[in-house]
């Protein structure tokens, strides 16, 4: 019998290789592998027009963008943030000397609940670092609402958000920075990647100064920054990837689709909602296995890792779980019982361009077979 391939939680989009060679030859006859090439000129300026948004830094990866966006907007002290994310949210607190404080999550969107917010506020508090979970816009007029009570900064983890309007506009536009990711994971990818969205362009180049270590000019260095530039490949890769990333977020709304028909009446299983005034990029395929389902989530991810279909539990464990952030009072799981329960029921099922409506008809399949009534 031959072995089927295994299936993997996400692969990347890659265009034919022989569309990326003439880019290649382009930076080899150029000789300019990075420091604000072409490649990194242009893409800065495609992304903006693509995404609708006015000032676009580009980023070695989200991360370094994360760290340097609060060192941008000089945050210290303590930081409202969520505990259900990628560990890079925090760590980006951590990197820049700032505590995080954490706050439970809205059980829809499992996002950062703006009703929990406020309680969480001290005079040592300067702003709030919310995350789009899998590019489901955060309430970004509550949270905005409570930062301009309290003359806070926001500063919103989109790493999963490309391409995401909230009514009618790029949901980037919210807060005083967003910082995208690139990574080979994600909707739109370079390899590695990210970007600072910035509201003007005095920020944006103070942004810039700060990715290029702090420089201005030969002479001239205005900051402590930090090497966050993306390279010339990489950035030529994203230019070639934007031609295709329409139809990449076509297949993964059609993949969407069909999970939610297959998944629709299988008890304890519940596909995340779709999202009022919001454009989907289903960039993750979240459900929750509830009680209701029978067998515990992770004999799910078991049984289904044992059929070579490798889902991802993002986000668990939480952020606050992990050593160097359990020991912060609001990392209690009793103060963040949403998102402690959404932590140990979820499970991101595979969901790419390239993944066929077969495979999806499979994994369902396996997902209802392992249902028990209890
Ligand atoms: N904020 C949030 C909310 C984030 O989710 C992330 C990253 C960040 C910030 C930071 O962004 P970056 O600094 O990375 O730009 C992955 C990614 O490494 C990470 O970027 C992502 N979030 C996170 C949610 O997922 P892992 O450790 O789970 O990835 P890995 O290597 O296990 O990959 C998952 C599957 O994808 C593999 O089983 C196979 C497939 N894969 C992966 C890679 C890297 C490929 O087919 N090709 C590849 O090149 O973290």
């Not at 945050?75 to 409202?80: A, C, M, P, Q, T």
Request: with cysteine.
């Amino acid at each position: 019998m031959t072995q089927r391939p295994p299936i993997y939680v996400t692969r990347p989009h890659m265009p034919p290789l022989e569309d990326f060679v003439p880019y290649l030859e382009q930076i080899w006859e150029s000789r300019i592998l990075t420091n604000g090439g072409h490649f990194h000129q242009a893409l800065e300026k495609a992304l903006s027009e693509h995404l609708g948004v006015p000032h676009l830094s580009l980023f070695t990866n989200a991360t370094i963008g994360l760290v340097t966006a609060l060192q941008a907007l000089r945050i210290n002290g303590e930081v409202i943030t969520t505990p259900y994310s990628f560990v890079a949210t925090a760590h980006s607190l951590l990197w820049n000397g700032v505590k995080p404080v954490f706050v439970d999550v809205d059980e829809r969107s499992f996002n950062i609940d703006p009703a929990k917010i406020e309680a969480a506020i001290t005079p040592q508090t300067t702003a709030i670092l919310a995350v789009h979970v899998y590019g489901r816009p955060c309430e970004v007029e509550a949270i905005e609402r409570i930062a301009d009570n309290y003359n806070l900064k926001v500063i919103y983890d989109a790493a999963h958000a490309f391409g995401v309007r909230h009514k009618g506009a790029s949901v980037l536009r919210h807060g005083d920075l967003s910082v995208l990711s690139f990574h080979a994971t994600k909707v739109f990818n370079t390899f590695e990647g990210g970007a600072i969205i910035a509201p003007d362009a005095k920020t944006k180049h103070r942004i810039d100064h700060l990715k290029n270590f702090g420089f201005v000019d030969e002479t001239i260095v205005v900051a402590a920054g930090i090497n966050g530039k993306m390279s010339e490949i990489c950035a030529a890769f994203g230019l070639l990837q934007l031609k295709g990333v329409d139809e990449a977020l076509a297949r993964r709304a059609a993949i969407a689709a069909r999970y939610r028909e297959l998944l629709a009446d299988v008890p304890g299983i519940a596909c995340a909602e779709a999202w009022p005034d919001a454009t989907q990029n289903d960039a993750y395929f979240p459900i929750l296995v509830g009680p209701a389902y029978g067998i515990a989530r992770d004999a799910l991810y078991a049984k289904l890792r044992a059929e070579g279909i490798f889902t991802r539990r993002y986000f668990y464990p939480l952020i606050s779980d992990f050593p160097m952030y359990r020991g912060l009072p609001s990392a209690a799981r009793a103060n963040l019982p949403v998102a402690a329960r959404v932590a140990d029921q979820v499970l991101c099922l595979p969901i790419y361009p390239d993944l066929t409506l077969e495979q999806v008809e499979r994994i369902a399949a396996l997902v209802r077979g392992q249902q028990r009534t209890p």
